[in-house]
């Protein structure tokens, strides 16, 4: 199965006559100020450039145009080029921008204000504030729906994901999940949205298919020997086909393998320590993840659902993007 | 001073209301979720009592003490409350160890049923002995050990830690560090005898040793006076002399009159950890990790000065009370305190991980700050302790130690 897989990819890959591709993944380094550079292929640190203060949200334009850096403690969203790291203008951003999710088309850009109560809305071409929307206390995730209707926002003390139509920018529904909600992921096919909670320790599935917004189940996490507490979930990534969810686990330095039709867990993986965010290489073969407190980022082997290298990048590795093809 | 104390409580509810009622028209625009409407009044009482000015200027009192805490609680919980249908309203009232009771009664009588208490052990057992059979207490101030033992009360939720929860958390990390042997130095005041009491405790269930003790009488006078720090340079360390060999200098001073003049005046070259040096507490304007950042944001934005312990607890006395209200749908007392001590509870308190109660003596699981005034030094419990049932309980009274049955 995987062979056959592999073989279809080979020949994909032959007719665009590309060779086999290496992709950039760039790392933030909250701590570091800086962004580290990967090779997708050989993993090696081919860069690392200053990215301004507290770099954390990191995302990248759907055609690799250009590279988005939350700079939290400059208040103000910092762009690169991907290929030179050569900066560009920046965009303005709210106080403290956080994480933040680029609409599918590459505009604009919908950034949480974690010390403002706000989702400020840039249009990426401008450089202008579209709009600010008031929501709950602390937001932090984003998301938008694949067909680019819904924004997603957590609030981390609230504890809701809000609902925002992405065209008025007016809060459509709320919904009350656990504790300091870190993350919002939806399914490709639009049909569920994964909302991770750091403290209350579970991440809700959320139906997206009524007519209202709903949670159907709440995915909890249990691993022999560590401490509950420490299970705590913030990054989230669903495969392409919504058959698996890989949840990172912050301090318990593990990331949950979850089966996307069951929405049950079916392992853990050990990567480095207080693990947050996650990224899948664009043909997802592999998922990188950031390990804050050892400094590295541990390559996760999607198929085999196995951990097949760390490598070492700047201080406190935050946030995660690679470069599509 | 009870007139004056009158006055500002007066203005501040009002300020509360009028800041209340302002958040409740610039988020009218929001979307709401359909729910019944619930209207949940707290009533916060501090006891303020005589006292010297405090060793340093930056601990100076202010009028707006714990309250300003209760505001910025408030104000997170109708946040959340304006999308389920709730409202919060707070009123804040400064009273004297001498009416405190009375204005407890005049509270109950015009319908309030939750509180948040700042004060002593004596004030709040009378509130708590005297509340209707329908009424929840949130201790945010006394640290005193029976309170959660013999003197526990059913209605009485500690969210304030114990002093023997703040004297662990500072062994362990000594512990830690391998400075096992400590001299203690305590105050003469009751509550400084009962710190030290509570530092011995903790120094034997970690296997730390007291290698010596001694104390330094309250003798009164001023606090402060000016070229003070001649006298303290030369006098300390003379007091100081002839310790036996020791790594720390644990100080058990309650009452703020010698524990910071300790650190560097000591005739050893030994560092200082209790009430001076590296000090237990539960917050501290210069923490950082676990989003605290925001929450210091927030309250500075708010009250215009730092957020101290007092004020963090008050916030979190009535963020358990908010968490309570939108879980369970109710503003009933009696199903918030079951909620509470349910295993359902869970709180976000910037700590890190989860805050919960302990359900054989209502205290608040939490962890302890170290701090060094300037910087966040560590946090306990430590790593490489251990506890069946969570770290966070290896932090003052386990249940075998309470004698607490009230809760059974």
């Known amino acids: 199965m995987i062979r056959s897989t592999l073989l279809a990819t080979a020949a994909a890959l032959a007719i665009a006559a590309t060779p086999a591709l290496a992709n950039k993944v760039f790392v933030s380094n909250e701590r570091g100020n800086t962004v580290t550079v990967l090779d997708s292929t050989t993993w090696e640190v081919i860069a690392e450039f200053p990215a301004g203060n507290r770099p954390r949200g990191i995302t990248i334009a759907p055609d690799g145009s250009e590279l988005y850096v939350c700079a939290s403690d400059d208040n103000l969203v910092r762009v690169f080029d991907p290929n030179t790291f050569e900066e560009l203008p920046s965009l303005p951003s709210g106080p403290d921008p956080e994480l933040f999710v680029l609409h599918p088309s590459g505009n604009p850009l919908f950034i949480a204000n974690e010390d403002d109560n706000m989702v400020t809305v840039v249009d990426v071409k401008t450089r202008q504030v579209l709009a600010e929307i008031p929501v709950g206390i602390e937001p932090e995730g984003m998301a938008i729906s694949p067909d680019a209707r819904t924004v997603i926002n957590t609030s981390e003390t609230t504890n809701m994901a809000h609902f925002i139509d992405a065209e008025t920018y007016q809060i459509t529904h709320n919904v009350l999940v656990d504790q300091r909600p870190r993350y919002a992921e939806f399914r490709q096919d639009g049909t569920k949205l994964y909302v991770s909670a750091e403290i209350g320790g579970t991440v809700s599935v959320i139906d997206m298919t009524a007519e209202e917004p709903s949670i159907t189940k709440k995915i909890t996490f249990e691993v022999p020997g560590v401490q509950p507490e420490w299970l705590q979930p913030v990054g989230v990534k669903v495969t392409a086909d919504g058959s698996r969810v890989f949840v990172a686990l912050g301090p318990s330095n593990r990331v949950a393998v979850i089966d996307g039709a069951t929405d049950e867990v079916i392992k853990y993986l050990l990567v480095g320590q207080r693990v947050w965010q996650l990224a899948f290489t664009p043909d997802e073969k592999f998922l990188i993840t950031t390990n804050g407190n050892s400094n590295d980022v541990s390559i996760i082997d999607v198929a085999r659902e196995e951990v097949i290298k760390s490598v070492q990048v700047g201080q406190q590795p935050w946030g995660v993007v690679v470069a599509p093809d | ?408």
């Not at chain 2, 009771?101 to 700042?118: H, K, M, N, P, S």
């Not at chain 2, 950042?293 to 009535?318: C, G, H, I, V």
């Open chain 2, 1 to 408: 001073m009870a007139a004056e104390n009158g006055f500002w409580s007066s203005l501040f509810n009002l300020r509360l209301r009028a800041r209340a009622a302002l958040m409740g028209a610039a988020l009218a625009s929001l979307a709401t979720l359909p729910a019944a409407a619930q209207e949940v009044r707290t009533a916060v009482i501090r006891v303020d009592y005589p006292s010297l000015l405090p060793l340093s200027r930056l601990d100076l009192p202010t009028e707006d003490r714990g309250f300003a805490g209760a505001t910025l609680g408030t104000e997170d919980n109708a946040t959340t409350g304006r999308f389920m249908g709730q409202t919060h309203e707070t009123v804040t009232v400064a009273t004297t160890p001498e009416d405190a009771l009375a204005e407890f009664q005049r509270l109950t009588d015009e319908g309030y049923r939750l509180f948040v208490i700042l004060a002593r052990e004596a004030e709040l057992l009378a509130m708590a002995d005297a509340a209707p059979g329908d009424a929840l207490l949130f201790n945010s101030r006394s640290g005193a050990r029976s309170l959660r033992s013999e003197e526990c009360r059913a209605n009485l939720l500690h969210v304030a830690p114990s002093d023997a929860m703040r004297a662990d958390a500072v062994t362990q990390f000594l512990v830690w560090k391998k400075w096992t042997n400590l001299f203690l130095v305590h105050g003469s005041n009751p509550e400084d005898v009962a710190l030290a009491d509570a530092y011995r405790a903790s120094a034997r269930k970690f296997g730390a040793r007291i290698v010596g003790e001694r104390e330094f009488t309250d003798t009164g006078g001023s606090r402060v006076s000016d070229s003070g720090h001649v006298l303290v340079q030369r006098q300390l360390p003379v007091f100081m002399q002839n310790t036996p060999r020791h790594d720390v200098v644990l100080a058990a001073d309650a009452t703020d009159y010698f524990a910071e003049y300790l650190p560097y005046n000591t005739w050893e070259a030994a560092p200082v950890a209790g009430s001076a040096g590296l000090v237990p507490v539960t917050w501290a304007p210069t923490h950082e990790s676990w989003g605290a950042t925001q929450l210091n944001t927030r309250f500075e934005k708010l009250a215009n000065r730092p957020m101290r312990d007092e004020d963090y607890q008050t916030w979190l006395a009535l963020r358990v009370i908010g968490e309570a209200v939108t879980r369970t749908g109710s503003a009933d007392p009696g199903e918030l305190r079951a909620y509470a001590l349910g295993d359902e509870f869970t709180l976000a308190a910037f700590k890190g991980e989860p805050v919960t109660f302990r359900k054989w003596n209502g205290q608040m699981r939490q962890p302890i700050l170290l701090t060094n005034g300037r910087m966040t030094v560590s946090v306990s419990p430590q790593d490489g302790f251990l506890h069946q049932r969570t770290l966070l309980d290896s932090l003052g009274l386990d249940e075998p130690e309470s004698a607490c049955t009230a809760f059974e």
